[in-house]
């Protein structure tokens, strides 16, 4: 999520949030939840459509892999934020890890 104003499509601001078991599976789901309705009036918003899925999340050494479905793919600045918002909910949560995000079972599209 992200209290960012929007000025840079790839610009995200954390949010904290309590989760009860501190897992990358936990925190992902938290972020799919969106922001609540106090985070919103404080102006936070997420880029990740309502009704997206985490379907499975998988640790290889230092790669959290997580697959999503009903996340916007492709090359474009919405989508540049979602994949921020994923891969910082992994490394702000988990130091030293990085996110690998997957669509339906595919490689998300680079945004270089």
């Given at each position: 999520?992200?209290?960012?104003?929007?000025?840079?499509?790839g610009?995200?601001?954390?949010?904290?949030?309590?989760?009860d078991?501190?897992?990358?599976k936990?925190v992902?789901e938290?972020?799919?939840?969106?922001p609540?309705?106090e985070?919103?009036l404080?102006?936070?918003?997420?880029?990740?459509?309502?009704?997206?899925?985490?379907?499975?999340v998988q640790?290889?050494?230092?790669?959290?892999?997580?697959?999503?479905?009903?996340?916007?793919?492709?090359k474009?600045?919405?989508v540049?934020?979602?994949?921020?918002?994923?891969?910082?909910?992994?490394?702000?949560n988990?130091?030293?890890?990085?996110?690998?995000?997957?669509?339906?079972?595919?490689?998300?599209?680079?945004?270089?």
């Amino acid at each position: 999520m992200s209290a960012s104003d929007g000025m840079e499509c790839g610009a995200v601001e954390p949010l904290q949030r309590h989760v009860d078991k501190k897992t990358p599976k936990v925190v992902l789901e938290a972020l799919l939840k969106g922001p609540s309705s106090e985070e919103i009036l404080k102006g936070a918003y997420t880029s990740i459509e309502r009704g997206a899925k985490l379907l499975s999340v998988q640790e290889e050494g230092d790669v959290v892999i997580a697959d999503f479905s009903g996340i916007a793919n492709g090359k474009s600045c919405r989508v540049k934020a979602i994949q921020n918002q994923i891969a910082r909910t992994i490394t702000d949560n988990f130091p030293g890890k990085s996110a690998k995000i997957l669509v339906d079972g595919k490689p998300a599209t680079p945004q270089n």
